[in-house]
């Protein structure tokens, strides 16, 4: 089975370090989502792209938070600097959507992010 | 953003039948019904959707009231591994606009 993959799948870091995470999605798959998971937000969308171009990064904190896709193989989304309050488990997405077929969305198992 | 309302956790004996109900009473017509799940430590997985016909796949089946107020998740058999937290999410099917957004589902257990 063709799965996402995000990498690291754990991070712990200092306040005001750079973090970044990876995200491979499905080969084909033409929308990559960032989404954050905590316990008291539950998941949050942060911001998507197609075909490489960001569509919606509303969810994001833009003073700290960058999403950007180098190429169709690889998403990556940038914390810089990192806070507490940042810690979460970071999931991508990725799907294949177009005119009116919306294929479901394939989650990768995540990246834990402890900051201290 | 239409929005789901499910219970917050439901219990249910394994190998039995579980029913997972959800209402959305301001669907659009546009909008799709999807289920998710999160199994402990991964990502959301998807399970099934529907528009306004009862559905069937080989994880679950889906059963949509007529005025497409309320849906109803059907896990024919469930086993240990079917606990989770299960999502009721609406997508809207317009070209753009098809991003998930999660509520805070179901946290279904299952009894030995």
């Known amino acids: 089975d063709a799965r996402v993959t995000q990498t690291p799948r754990h991070k712990v870091t200092e306040m005001g370090q750079e973090v970044t995470m990876r995200c491979q999605p499905i080969?084909?798959?033409?929308?990559v989502f960032w989404y954050r998971q905590t316990m008291m937000q539950g998941l949050e969308l942060l911001a998507y792209?197609?075909?490489?171009?960001?569509?919606?990064d509303s969810g994001m904190p833009k003073d700290r938070f960058s999403a950007e896709m180098p190429d169709a193989t690889l998403a990556t989304l940038k914390i810089q600097p990192s806070e507490p309050r940042d810690s979460a488990v970071y999931f991508c997405?990725?799907?294949?959507?177009?005119?009116?077929?919306?294929?479901?969305?394939?989650f990768g198992n995540g990246t834990r992010l402890t900051v201290t | 953003d239409a929005k789901t309302t499910q219970p917050n956790s439901m219990e249910s004996n394994e190998e039995e039948p579980v029913h997972l109900p959800c209402n959305h009473s301001?669907?659009?017509?546009?909008?799709?019904i999807h289920w998710y799940r999160q199994l402990p430590s991964q990502g959301p997985e998807y399970v099934i959707h529907?528009?306004?016909s009862n559905v069937n796949n080989r994880m679950a089946s889906l059963a949509i009231a007529e005025d497409r107020k309320s849906s109803t998740l059907i896990l024919h058999r469930a086993t240990l591994r079917d606990a989770a937290v299960y999502y009721c999410?609406?997508?809207?099917?317009?070209?753009?606009?098809?991003?998930?957004?999660f509520g805070t589902g179901t946290r279904l257990t299952i009894i030995p």
């Open positions: 997405a990725s799907g294949l959507i177009g005119g009116t077929y919306n294929s479901p969305l394939h």
């Open positions: 999410i609406l997508r809207d099917g317009s070209f753009g606009n098809e991003k998930l957004t």
């Open positions: 792209f197609r075909n490489r171009a960001p569509l919606d």
């Open positions: 301001t669907i659009s017509g546009t909008d799709y």
């Open positions: 529907g528009l306004t």
């Open positions: 080969l084909g798959h033409n929308t």
